[in-house]
Structure formats: C-alpha cells, structure tokens
C-alpha cells in the first residue's frame, strides 16, 4: 500500500492566543538546509499507516470539503522517523519522543541555532524528514467528492472523487487500495511541474522579516474598519501631496496637479478627488460587498444588478462632462476579498486596486508622521490571500522562543 497524508496546519485554539504549533516547522528548513514535518495534532500517524507515505500535502481550511495546498514534503521509504509503540495516548507520545531524541542525536535537528529536540519533550515534535519540499507557484485547491460549489476556471483545483475531508480531523489519509482515483489525482498534481518551485527557507532568513505589525487599529479593534481606513486614505492623501501625486502616477496611472481637492462621502462616494482636469472615483472595500441602488433588485444592462457603481459612475460621468474633465473609477480591494463585480451594472468602469499594491507602494516612501508606519501596518493584513494568516503567528511565536533560549 501507499499512501498520501493531507496535513490541515494552523487549525487549534492556541492560534488565538499567539502560541505556535509544531506545524510551524512544516514549510521551513533546518540549519542544515533539511525539512522536516509534523503531523497534526500529536506528530503520530496510525500505524496502519506506517511507513507507507509518501508525501505530507500541507494544508489550510478554506471551507467545508475544501483545502488550499500550501506545500507538498515529499518522503522517502525511510522518511518516518518514528514509530510509537503501546496503548494509551501518552504511553505512544512517550515512545514516539524518545525515539526522536535517539534519532536526533545522530542527526541533530536545528533552527536559528538552537536544538529542537528537548531533552524535556514528552511528545514528538517531528514526524517526517523529507527529500523535497514543493512549494506552489500559485493558489492550488483540493476539494473533497462532496464539494459542489462553482469553481472558477482561473483557479488551479484537484478534485479528489473517492474522498471524504473529515470536518473535525487535522490529517487524513489517501491510498491507493481504499482511494485509487483520489491517490492518482494527488500524484498528478505533484508530477506537475508547473505548479511547484523549491526555495531553502530557514529561520535566520524568516527572521529578518518583521512579522510583527501591531498597530493602533488592532488596539482598538478596527482592523476590519471601512470608514477607518477610508478616513486614513482621505488624511494622508490630503496632507502630504507628494505621495499622492507619485500614488496615482505609479499606481492609478494619472498625472494629478498640486491643486486638488479630496472630498469624503461627496454623493455618498468613498472618496472624489478633483484637480482641474480629472475627477477620481475610489470605492474603499474590505469585507463588504456592492451595495443595490435599493432594497429589491432591479436589473439592467443584459441582466445585470443595478448598483452603487452604476449610480456613482452616472452623477460622476455627468458631472465631470459639464466641466470638460476626465473621469476615472477604481476599487480599492483586500487581497483575500475576492469581490465579483462581473454581476454589477457600472462594474466594466471600474479598475480594482489590491491592497497588496497599495502597502508596497506606501511601505517604501518616508513620511515624517508617527502614525505613517501604523497606517502601513494596519494596511498589511489585508494583503494576504486569507483573513488571518495563522502561519506568521507561529512563526513570530518559534523565533521568540528561539531568541529567548539565547539570552
């Protein structure tokens, strides 16, 4: 028999309280350019299993019966490096550590300098050492035999037609006896070698990043605030013209003079920005979607939605035609919002702006305000693909706990 282990990785109450699990090690190398991986929750397999793999795909919830791929630990037949004996839990935890410390000192496992196996471990915190560790070059999906939702052509997605993703579980397993289709899909997509690059990541380089981008918005609990970041865009943007100026020329494509004027909720639109010869329409949206023009839809333009785009597309057409200026619509998007305007009347006018964008061109410029940087550090979560991403919280928790074994 071989086998495949789907490993769900940041899935656990300690991720809210900042603490990081041992799957922190999974997308990471050792000192000595290795990667290991653990197995959630525990580091064990059942051995059923034992032995038998021969790829970890890691993996983050999406939704129910869907994963994104984050990475592929490909194993060798000597990979599993432990084999836990007895009944209870603890007994097989106990059993599982030990042969870990023995493994490890013949083959020291180390990160940022420091061992990872403790003398004190009382449960495994590795389970594989791999050859190969893939990692995608874009957004890879597997979804489940009960998955029926609409999935776009653009995305890369693996169906699995002989699997169940259980709901409560942190691995699963697929074989080739119990799933054959589901196992032939998984080899399919890590043959593709179009969809894979190999990068040596270990912790000295994750460490030179900052993964920490606390800011007054987290403090009191705005970080998900339209109206606060609306409001910062419309300060900043305001008072210091230089960087809105190089702003619209980088980013939005437009030369806009020293004389202009930005105006919030002008008609309801989340910022107008007039010089004397362009009108700017921006639409700030972090988790909200587009508005109708009234509590029942009405449809128009081949069936479409009517819309606020629509509404603000009209006044700002009309109005920038009487004073002979060009107008131009952009929507300012989190990465992870993936807003579908296709739907909406008015939406072919509109450009959307992703955050991401937006935070590296305002990361890069030096602004004599205290509050800049918090600007840019609350702009920072919603650059990701995900709301949260868990994967920093360990990270940020393994290099503390990494820095704190040198003091």
Same mark, same amino acid.
């Given at each position: 028999m071989?086998?495949f282990i789907i490993?769900r990785?940041?899935?656990?109450?300690?991720?809210?309280?900042?603490?990081?699990g041992?799957?922190?090690?999974?997308l990471?190398?050792?000192?000595d350019k290795v990667?290991?991986?653990?197995?959630?929750?525990?580091?064990?397999?059942?051995s059923?299993?034992?032995?038998?793999?021969?790829?970890v795909?890691?993996?983050?919830?999406y939704?129910a019966?869907?994963?994104?791929?984050l990475?592929?630990?490909?194993i060798e037949?000597?990979?599993?490096?432990?084999?836990?004996?007895?009944?209870?839990s603890?007994e097989?935890?106990?059993?599982?550590?030990?042969?870990l410390?023995?493994?490890a000192?013949?083959?020291?496992?180390?990160?940022?300098?420091?061992?990872y196996?403790?003398?004190?471990?009382?449960?495994?915190?590795?389970?594989?050492? +791999?050859?190969?560790?893939?990692?995608?070059?874009?957004? *890879?999906y597997i %979804? $489940?035999s &009960?998955?029926?939702? /609409?999935?776009?052509r653009?995305?890369?997605v693996?169906?699995?037609?002989?699997?169940r993703?259980?709901?409560?579980?942190?691995?699963m397993?697929?074989?080739?006896?119990?799933?054959?289709?589901?196992?032939?899909?998984i080899?399919?997509?890590?043959?593709?070698?179009?969809?894979?690059?190999?990068k040596?990541v270990?912790?000295?380089?994750?460490s030179?990043?900052?993964?920490?981008?606390?800011n007054f918005?987290?403090?009191?609990?705005?970080e998900?605030?339209?109206?606060?970041?609306s409001?910062?865009?419309?300060?900043?943007?305001?008072?210091? +013209?230089d960087?809105?100026?190089?702003?619209?020329?980088? *980013?939005?494509d %437009? $030369?806009? &003079?020293d004389?202009? /004027?930005i105006?919030?909720?002008?008609?309801?639109?989340d910022?107008?920005?007039?010089?004397?010869?362009n009108?700017i329409?921006?639409?700030?949206k972090?988790?909200?979607?587009?508005?109708?023009?009234?509590v029942r839809?009405?449809?128009?333009e081949?069936?479409?939605?009517?819309?606020?785009?629509?509404?603000y597309?009209t006044?700002?057409?009309?109005?920038?035609?009487?004073?002979?200026?060009?107008v131009d619509?952009?929507?300012?998007?989190?990465?992870?919002?993936?807003l579908d305007?296709?739907?909406?009347?008015?939406?072919?006018?509109?450009r959307?702006?992703?955050?991401?964008?937006?935070y590296?061109?305002?990361i890069?410029?030096s602004?004599s305000?205290?509050?800049?940087?918090?600007?840019?550090?609350a702009?920072?979560?919603?650059?990701k693909?995900?709301?949260?991403?868990?994967s920093?919280?360990?990270?940020?928790?393994?290099?503390?706990?990494i820095?704190?074994?040198?003091?």
């Open positions: 071989k086998s490993n990785m940041y899935a656990g109450e300690y991720l809210t309280r900042g603490i990081g041992g799957e922190v090690i999974n990471l190398h050792s000192d990667n290991y991986c653990f197995i959630n929750p525990s580091g064990m397999v059942n059923k299993y034992d032995d038998t793999v021969s790829a795909i890691h993996t983050r919830l939704e019966g869907c994963f994104e791929v990475g592929i630990s490909l037949p000597q990979g599993q490096l432990i084999h836990p004996k007895g009944k209870p603890k097989k935890a106990l059993s599982g550590a030990k042969q410390k023995e493994y000192s013949a083959h020291p496992i180390n990160f940022g300098g420091v061992p196996i403790k003398d004190t471990d009382i449960w495994p915190s590795v389970t594989f050492v +791999s050859s190969k560790l893939l990692r995608p070059k874009c957004q *890879i %979804i $489940d &009960s998955y029926d939702k /609409e999935i776009s653009q995305l890369t693996y169906r699995l037609v002989d699997k993703f259980a709901k409560q579980s942190l691995h397993y697929v074989d080739d006896k119990k799933n054959p289709q589901s196992y032939q899909n080899s399919e997509m890590i043959k593709n070698k179009e969809l894979w690059f190999e040596i270990n912790i000295n380089e994750s030179k990043h900052n993964y920490n981008h606390f918005l987290a403090l009191i609990n705005k998900d605030d339209e109206l606060s970041f409001n910062m865009f419309n300060y900043f943007f305001s008072n210091y +013209s960087l809105f100026r190089s702003f619209t020329k980088e *980013i939005l %437009i $030369d806009v &003079s004389n202009y /004027e105006k919030r909720e002008f008609h309801n639109i910022l107008w920005i007039e010089d004397e010869k009108v329409i921006i639409e700030n972090i988790k909200s979607g587009i508005n109708g023009v009234s839809h009405d449809f128009s081949d069936g479409l939605i009517q819309s606020q785009l629509s509404k597309h006044f700002a057409v009309n109005y920038s035609k009487e004073k002979n200026m060009e619509f952009f929507i300012f998007v989190p990465n992870y919002n993936k305007l296709s739907a909406y009347s008015g939406s072919r006018y509109y959307v702006i992703r955050y991401k964008e937006i590296n061109f305002l890069r410029k602004i305000n205290s509050y800049y940087i918090d600007f840019c550090n702009l920072y979560k919603h650059t693909d995900i709301p949260v991403d868990y920093e919280i360990v990270m940020n928790y393994l290099i503390k706990q820095q704190k074994h040198k003091k």
